[in-house]
């Protein structure tokens, strides 16, 4: 039986108007956000700090969020049930208490309002230099990296695997930067947070301070504690699918209008923390943002079907609405929509946050590969053209909103 500690006191405390206090949290405590179901469905502890119908804030220690992934990954074979958000750092610097938590989860779930979003005007501009990066796209170093990854026993956001994939990403992009001679690449970590070793990865092409142009996948799995998580789909199909955009735009000539940004983003399977903290930071520095692209599962095409997904929730429509148009102009396969119907991934921290983002998918969200977070995660299930596909659009979507300049 769970153990459910309530927070009795605080009303109790509210009665007699006693000042609130904040909630200590300790480095082993996380702050999350988790649908109802999923808190009923996990074994561990947990502390009530405010619900709402459907959701909760709850804290937890880090067996807790062992318990909830357990959860969640049972309700993928019974009822479907959200994912959780880790939402320990947003917490921590708006200084919320105890007290006005109900505010804090309110807020969090209310739909961002965007600050950025007005409407902008998205065209389709410069199919000669698409096409011309088109021609130098290499799958098959795309296939060679995804071995590269898919070889670690994890890249648990806690472990040391997980900190050398980090590594070995950041060595591939200062390695093209130095081989193709550009001297506007910064490539840096942003860390996550006090409890996770594996920072994200951020790499900036360009040196101009117009908004940003961001394409990024996590590259985080599970641990491997009871058994190896390849990740080869989820998602070392995005990863390697950024990383051979990345290799594709710096190895050509061209300079942007505006500069480019290609992360990899670490523990998103604990809540989409690692992109909470870029996100943080982004806001931190100030770095203002044209578009944000999510690449999370590339790589398995259900039944064969060359088909390109787009997620219709917690994301931009007009964006998305471009995205459509790019996939007919450049990609030329037929587009569908399907939504994951809670936070599944990094755009949700974008979208969170108020900036605009679109999230393509490689089949229906019910037809999705079934063998992510367990050891059948493997590259043998994927198809590489499907994947190519991925890569096409996202070239075509960091040319086309980057904007070439001669
Ligand atoms: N890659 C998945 C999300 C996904 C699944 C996208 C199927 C498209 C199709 C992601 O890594 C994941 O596992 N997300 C969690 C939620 C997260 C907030 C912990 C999930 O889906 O439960
Ligand atoms: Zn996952």
Redesign the pocket.
Known sequence: MPQKKLFAALSLLSLLSIPAFAIPVTVNEHVIIAPQCLIKNSHGDYTLLASQPGFALITVNSSGIEQL?EA?HQA?HGNPC????DVTHAWQSTHFTAKNASQFLQNYLQPAKSLMQNKASYSIRYPQQVKQIFDTLNPQAMWNNLTTLTNFNDRYANSDNGVRAANWLQTQVATMAKDFHRDDVTVYTVATGSYYKQPSVVVKFGNSSEPGVVIGG?MDTLSSTFSKKPGAD??GSGTVTVLETARAILSSNMHFKRPIYFIWYAA?????VGSGHVVTDFKKKNIPVHAVMQL??TGYAYKNQPDIWL?KDYVNKDLTGYLEQLINTYVKQPVKYTQ?G????DH?SWTQGGFVSAMP???A?EN??HS??TSQDTMEKLSLTHMTDYVKLAVAFAIELAEPVV
């Open positions: 992934i969640k993928e959200g994912g959780f958000v996590h989820d998602d998103e399977e604990e809540g989409l999370d599962m997620i994951c809670y936070a599944c991934s949700a998918s490689e089949s969200f999705s590969n992510i977070h």
